[in-house]
């Protein structure tokens, strides 16, 4: 199936500092989606962007459908950003399966 | 704008114990899928359903099924429970399968004790 890969793992940010958070996959794609898991185990839909760029607000999000990698912009960190920040994906190649990445654990610090 | 809704939030059951997690799909909503989040984990697909037709299977066990019906709400029945299936599960629904954006609930917090 298709490999999912975020990087990095773990971040630690001071409120007001700026990231950029990766998400490479190994296959084509026809549907990806950026979440945040706060605190309390909620999955929130940030972007869902199989390609091209988007923008809300203080996060960004560009996914280079032929380079197979996606990038998470957040500026102006605040301590409400906290939380896990997932990618998932499915392969357009005729299976419906989500698969998610990993994850990048999130702190921000005040 | 109403959201996917589950029941319970929260269950406590023994080994060896069945369980029974509801999922109330957005309106209009065809497709539903479900997911196990061990903790520190990624979220896991396990089944889902278009139409009220399972359409893919992931990770799930055998001890576990699930369905979509009439209504569109669906169930994931799990039987002999074991402690490793302490997680949290979730269901996401979308309007169709494939190229379409999902939407999750709140997630059941099931432990086993």
């Known amino acids: 199936g298709i490999q999912v890969e975020q990087s990095p793992p773990d971040l630690i940010l001071q409120e007001g500092a700026n990231s950029t958070l990766r998400c490479n996959f190994s296959?084509?794609?026809?549907?990806l989606q950026w979440f945040h898991q706060n605190p309390w185990g909620q999955l929130i839909n940030l972007f869902y962007?199989?390609?091209g760029t988007k923008q809300n607000g203080r996060l960004s999000a560009t996914t280079v459908a032929t380079e197979r990698y996606s990038l998470l912009y957040i500026s102006s960190s605040q301590t409400t950003d906290s939380g896990v920040y997932f990618c998932a994906v499915m392969s357009s190649g005729g299976s419906y399966i989500p698969t998610f990445g990993r994850g990048t654990s999130l702190i921000v610090h005040p | 704008a109403a959201g996917v809704i589950q029941s319970p939030r929260h269950l406590i059951k023994e080994k060896r114990e069945t369980a029974t997690l509801k999922c109330y799909p957005i309106p209009r909503h065809d497709t539903v899928y479900w997911y196990q989040q061990g903790p520190g984990q990624d979220p896991q697909f396990l089944i889902s359903f278009y139409e009220k037709m399972q359409s893919d299977k992931g990770s799930i066990p055998d001890r576990f099924s699930a369905q979509q019906f009439s209504d569109y709400h669906s169930e994931l029945n799990m039987s002999s429970l074991e402690l490793g299936d302490s997680a949290l599960y979730f269901c996401?629904?979308?309007?169709?399968?494939?190229?379409?954006?999902?939407?999750f609930g709140p997630g059941t917090r099931l432990t086993v004790t």
């Open positions: 296959d084509s794609v026809n549907n």
């Open positions: 962007i199989p390609s």
């Open positions: 996401a629904s979308s309007p169709g399968t494939g190229g379409y954006e999902q939407y």
